[in-house]
């Protein structure tokens, strides 16, 4: 693949670098953010917890930001001549759809806790727990920036495979 190669310009390399870097410290910091969020409080004499291991869309959020933190991290110590270098590419679409499948349905969620839903008679939460709603918000806007870097990375990357193939 023309990317993995050594004879890649130093600036393509440099920046190809740099978005992974990029990438895996926005996964990491909306996993972190996200496994951190925790608040409590009560309404009228109920007390209650909000907690993202609470909601499987904000679990299954966390561990697709892990899982692209770790590729990021183990795609920056893959040698350029390695064989698995051509994985990098299939990976790149498999961990960039994981991100976006995470955050897409975090959001939704996120959108039921701050406005509720009428016809379901689910009541918004985050007028009690306003902490943790900014925190899961945090969350979610680091892991757009995420999947946002992850897109940059495939685009990136499907250029320089099929860039010498036009030549």
């Known amino acids: 693949m023309h990317y993995c190669h050594s004879n890649m310009d130093k600036t393509k390399r440099v920046c190809f670098l740099l978005l992974r870097v990029l990438a895996l410290g926005a996964t990491i910091a909306a996993a972190i953010v996200m496994g951190t969020s925790h608040e409590k409080s009560s309404f009228f004499t109920v007390q209650f ?3 993202f291991s609470h909601t499987s869309a904000f679990t ?5 930001n892990v899982i692209g933190g770790a590729y990021s991290l183990l795609v920056l110590f893959l ?5 698995l270098c051509r994985l990098v590419i299939a990976m790149d679409v498999v961990v960039t759809m994981l991100l976006t499948s995470g955050v897409s349905a975090a959001l939704a969620i ?8 009428s016809y379901a008679g689910w009541l918004p ?4 727990v306003e902490g943790y709603c900014h925190q899961v918000g945090g969350a979610l806007a680091t892991g757009f920036a995420g999947v946002i870097i ?5 685009l990136y990357s499907l250029h320089s495979a099929i860039n010498p193939l036009l030549c």
């Open 110 to 117: 996120a959108y039921v806790g701050k406005k509720g839903n």
């Open 49 to 51: 917890e909000a907690k």
């Open 150 to 154: 992850y897109m940059l990375i495939l």
């Open 125 to 128: 939460i985050c007028g009690q």
């Open 79 to 83: 040698p350029t001549e390695s064989l």
């Open 60 to 64: 299954y959020f966390l561990i697709v």
